[in-house]
């Protein structure tokens, strides 16, 4: 079965400082890969999807990046952070080329900006 | 006009009864439909989909999609206290990987 891992699961880091939030799936090739921001009591902001190694399409302007380096990593980053960045991270997968584009959310790094 | 638009809530529903949640979208293209459940603090997890119009039922799990009024629905049939959650909708537009999200419905089943 297909696991998607997410580490770490809770970060507190000063503003300026520099993020990455990595991502891997497991039992599954080919995926399509997401990473998605939910501030609190907010919904979902689609913030990166990758369709394959190296394509990244980003759907926010912000100061934030995303790689994907292997085929099941996803990796999150930012040079320096601001207090805007605070909120819950999650990365999620969906078959490629599937028809219903399922997505499957692996448990979230929740992050603090001070 | 937001895309995928639902009530915030809370919707409190008593122990045993039916919750009903609804979802309304605004692209006619839509062709695929998802309702996920998040505990608070936890990631969303995916419960229903649904593509064609009618209704689906899995366990205590029913969703109804009206395309043509352009709303689907998740029933929850004897409601217990562990269904509470915020419930969220999301909708897949023609030909795109990505799903468009609702704000979420917290629900309060009260024993």
């Known amino acids: 079965s297909q696991t998607i891992h997410q580490w770490p699961a809770t970060l507190v880091q000063p503003v300026g400082s520099p993020l990455s939030l990595e991502c891997t799936v497991e039992?599954?090739?080919?995926?399509?890969l997401y990473w998605y921001r939910q501030a609190a009591g907010r919904g979902l902001q689609l913030l990166f999807y990758?369709?394959?190694?190296?394509?990244i399409s980003s759907e926010v302007p912000q100061n934030l990046s995303a790689s994907r380096p292997q085929d099941r990593q996803f990796i999150l980053s930012s040079k320096k952070l601001l207090l805007s960045d605070s909120g819950f991270y999650l990365c999620?997968?969906?078959?490629?080329?599937?028809?219903?584009?399922?997505?499957?959310f692996g448990p979230g790094t929740r992050l603090t900006v001070l | 006009q937001k895309e995928v638009e639902q009530n915030s809530g809370p919707l409190s529903v008593p122990e045993g009864a039916i919750a009903s949640l609804n979802c309304t979208y605004s692209?006619?293209?839509?062709?695929?439909f998802f309702w996920y459940r998040q505990y608070s603090g936890k990631s969303p997890e995916l419960i229903m989909s649904?593509?064609s119009n009618g209704d689906k039922e899995d366990g205590r799990f029913t969703a109804q999609l009206n395309k043509a009024s352009q709303y689907v629905s998740l029933l929850i049939r004897d409601s217990q206290p562990s269904d509470s959650a915020t419930y969220l909708c999301?909708?897949?537009?023609?030909?795109?990987?990505?799903?468009?999200w609702g704000a979420g419905t917290k629900l309060i089943i009260k024993p």
């Open positions: 999620a997968w969906s078959v490629r080329g599937g028809r219903s584009n399922e997505q499957f």
């Open positions: 039992g599954t090739s080919n995926p399509n």
């Open positions: 990758s369709v394959g190694i190296g394509q």
């Open positions: 692209d006619r293209g839509s062709q695929s």
């Open positions: 649904i593509y």
């Open positions: 999301a909708v897949k537009k023609d030909s795109n990987y990505q799903l468009i």
